[in-house]
């Protein structure tokens, strides 16, 4: 089901195109969360909110700049918002997503990478692009789900080399180390704890190789 429900939360792209999509979590119920995307005073919105059910709520036209990503940056750049779609998932960030939402992501996510002409390295999460700052949509979203359908990537471990240039070549921003391996482990070793280790090189090698393969990174 799809539904079109107006935020007055948007401006303009700012002469930028479709880049990124950017996944998040809500932490609200899907009344609270569709209340305060659609707020004025609020000063937030995304593209597109799916709740826990699977319906489908366009909240701002893809042609315009949405309010989602706030301060950050992605493979060198910042302005995150006028290069990319934000998708705000109804999830408190510690419980599963549901699967009704999953196959409706995973429609949406087909229809816009087709549209926009991107490929899986294109779909992040918003701690991805705001390292330390934000956390969606966090530890239980299935990332290599996705990549298994060609929606997003997941790495196989390559030869362990420099665990920050290797981010930095998949698109990580600048930041500390220790908030650099806490954003990559929450994407992709959301169980692992203590400082950097091997396995963390391997994966960040990984990465490396995707982006500049530009390979598809399915699991």
Not at 85 to 92: D, P, R, Y
Request: net charge negative.
């Amino acid at each position: 089901m799809s539904l079109t429900h107006p935020s007055p939360n948007f401006g303009d792209r700012r002469g930028r195109r479709v880049e990124l999509i950017v996944l998040h979590y809500t932490v609200l119920d899907c009344a609270q969360s569709l209340e305060r995307l659609c707020d004025p005073a609020a000063e937030v919105s995304a593209h597109y909110l799916i709740d826990r059910d699977g319906a489908l709520l366009s909240l701002v036209d893809e042609g315009a700049r949405a309010w989602h990503a706030g301060a950050g940056e992605w493979g060198g750049a910042g302005d995150v918002n006028s290069r990319s779609i934000g998708i705000e998932l109804v999830n408190s960030g510690s419980e599963p997503f549901a699967e009704p939402q999953m196959r409706a992501l995973e429609r949406l996510l087909r229809d816009l990478m087709q549209r926009h002409g991107l490929g899986p390295c294109a779909v992040i999460g918003h701690s991805d692009m705001a390292p330390g700052r934000k956390s969606d949509p966090g530890p239980r979203f299935d990332w290599r789900r996705l990549a298994a359908e060609g929606l997003a990537v997941w790495p196989s471990p390559g030869e362990p080399g420099d665990f920050l240039a290797d981010l930095a070549s998949f698109g990580y921003p600048e930041a500390a180390p220790g908030t650099l391996l806490a954003a990559f482990r929450l994407r992709f070793r959301p169980w692992a704890c203590g400082p950097l280790d091997d396995s963390d090189r391997a994966l960040a090698a990984g990465l490396r190789r995707i982006a500049v393969d530009g390979g598809t990174g399915r699991a």
